[in-house]
C-alpha cells in the first residue's frame, strides 16, 4: 500500500513538472535580410495584422543591430459545442514576440489565458486561466459540471488557439521574407 502511494504521489509530482506553458516558437532564417530589414517587416506586420497596432505593441526597439517588437493581443473565444457554452465565452489573451537580428528572427507567441466574458459575484464564471501543455484541465471544477465537460472545453481551447495561431505564423513568414520591406534609399 505504501509503494501504490508513493508511485501515485511521485506520478502526480511529475505531472506537474513536466507541465509547460503552450507556446509556439521558432527562430528562422531569411539569408540577404539586414535585421533592421527584418525589423521592419514586423512592424509593417504588426500593422497589417492587428486592428490597431500601435495599441498592440508593448515593447518596439531597434539598438544594437538587434530588434524586438512585444505585442498583447486577444482572440475572441466562442465554445464549439453547446453544453455550457455561454460560461466560457470571451477571449484568450496571449503575448507575442519578434526579435531580428542579420540575417533571421525569432517569433514566440506565449502566455494564452482564457478569460470568460461571464461573471457571478467578483469572479469570472468558468475562466479556464494560463493554458499549457497539459491533456486535461487542472484547474477549479464548480459545481454542476464534471471533468470530463472542463476536459471537453479545455482540449476545444487549445484546438481554436491552433486554429488561429498557425495561419498568423504563417502570414508572417510570409512578410518577412517578401521584399516590400526592404529599406529603399531613394523614394
Known amino acids: ?3 501504490l502511494i508513493l508511485i501515485i504521489t511521485f506520478s502526480l509530482v511529475l505531472g506537474k513538472l513536466f507541465c509547460q506553458d503552450l507556446i509556439y516558437t521558432e527562430v528562422v532564417e531569411v539569408s540577404g535580410k539586414t ?4 525589423y521592419n517587416c514586423a512592424q509593417t506586420w504588426f500593422a497589417e495584422t492587428y486592428n490597431d497596432g500601435k495599441s498592440v505593441i508593448q515593447v518596439d526597439k531597434f539598438e544594437d543591430e538587434k530588434g524586438t517588437i512585444i505585442g498583447k493581443a486577444l482572440l475572441k473565444y466562442d465554445q464549439g459545442f453547446l453544453s455550457a457554452s455561454g460560461t466560457t465565452r470571451g477571449v484568450i489573451n ?3 514576440k519578434i526579435e531580428t537580428k542579420e540575417g533571421k528572427y525569432k517569433y514566440e507567441i506565449y502566455q494564452f489565458y482564457h478569460e470568460a466574458n461571464r461573471t457571478v459575484g467578483n469572479a469570472s464564471e468558468n475562466s479556464f486561466g494560463k493554458i499549457t501543455t497539459n491533456l486535461e484541465y487542472e ?3 464548480r459545481a454542476f459540471y464534471n471533468q470530463g465537460w472542463y476536459n ?6 487549445k484546438s481554436q488557439i491552433s486554429e488561429y495561431i ?3 505564423i504563417s502570414e508572417l513568414k510570409e512578410k518577412m521574407k517578401s521584399d516590400a520591406c526592404k529599406e529603399k534609399s531613394d523614394w
Open 1 to 3: 500500500m505504501k509503494k
Open 94 to 96: 496571449y503575448l507575442i
Open 139 to 141: 484547474g477549479e471544477i
Open 35 to 38: 535585421s533592421k530589414e527584418l
Open 166 to 168: 498557425e495561419p498568423l
Open 152 to 157: 471537453r472545453v479545455w482540449n476545444d481551447i
